[in-house]
């Protein structure tokens, strides 16, 4: 964000957050969950066939995009399941390795319970942000993130074959306070199954690039 910028941002007339921005290199893709979706599925699905090779045998080609649809459709879906406003896929191999590996940024509007939540402890917000998702073995740390109040958590969750998770993945999550509006919280949440084990080196790799775009995050203003 330019120096004028970051400073008309913290004056009292700043104008209210609208959304955010942030970099991703161009192997990654944007599909908004909200409006667009279909179109932007299209885009992409159609961008992906064309990289076919020509020479690969035709009766190859037909199940190979439909099993390519599927598995994009099906992670489309599932961040709509939790009513998420964006996700990010990486629509292009990366250095000829396929990563399995999402970012979804979603909403939470957390009520009052008897004093502000502005008040409270970065763990306590965790507490009540995310209680309900079951996770273990939870590594927290808090900061700031464009100047607001970030909460960054990591943790493993297991393979659950019955839930449709066949591979164990490695979650990182910041949850990023709203400018002036302290009940509204960012979720921006990166999973990966590394290269089948969520704690191998591609895993590590992924987490510390994730964490390196996490510094790109900006708000966007009206």
Do not use: C
């Not at 969950?33 to 961008?47: F, H, V, W």
């Not at 079951?134 to 297991?158: F, I, P, Q, T």
């Not at 066949?166 to 590394?194: K, N």
């Amino acid at each position: 964000m330019p120096a004028e910028d970051a400073a008309a941002a913290s004056t009292e007339h700043s104008p209210p957050v609208t959304g955010y921005r942030v970099l991703l290199p161009s192997q990654w893709d944007q599909v908004p969950l909200r409006n667009g979706t279909e179109t932007a599925i299209r885009r992409i699905l159609d961008s992906a066939f064309l990289r076919i090779p020509a020479d690969a045998p035709r009766d190859k080609i037909g199940p190979y995009k439909r099993e390519l649809e599927r598995r994009f459709r099906a992670a489309v879906a599932e961040a709509q399941r939790g009513d998420a406003l964006d996700v990010y896929l990486p629509v292009m191999p990366t250095s000829n390795v396929n990563l399995g590996a999402s970012i979804v940024v979603s909403e939470r509007v957390l009520p009052r319970r008897g004093r502000s939540v502005s008040h409270a402890e970065p763990a306590e917000l965790v507490v009540q942000l995310l209680s309900q998702d079951g996770a273990e073995n939870v590594d927290l740390s808090s900061g700031e993130v464009d100047g607001a109040l970030a909460v960054r958590r990591e943790h493993v969750v297991e393979a659950n074959p019955r839930n449709g998770a066949e591979l164990a993945s490695r979650r990182v999550d910041y949850i990023v306070s709203v400018p002036d509006d302290p009940d509204r919280w960012f979720v921006t949440a990166f999973s990966t199954v590394g290269g089948g084990d969520p704690r191998d080196e591609l895993a590590d790799a992924l987490v510390e690039w994730f964490d390196a775009v996490m510094v790109t995050f900006r708000w966007r203003r009206g």
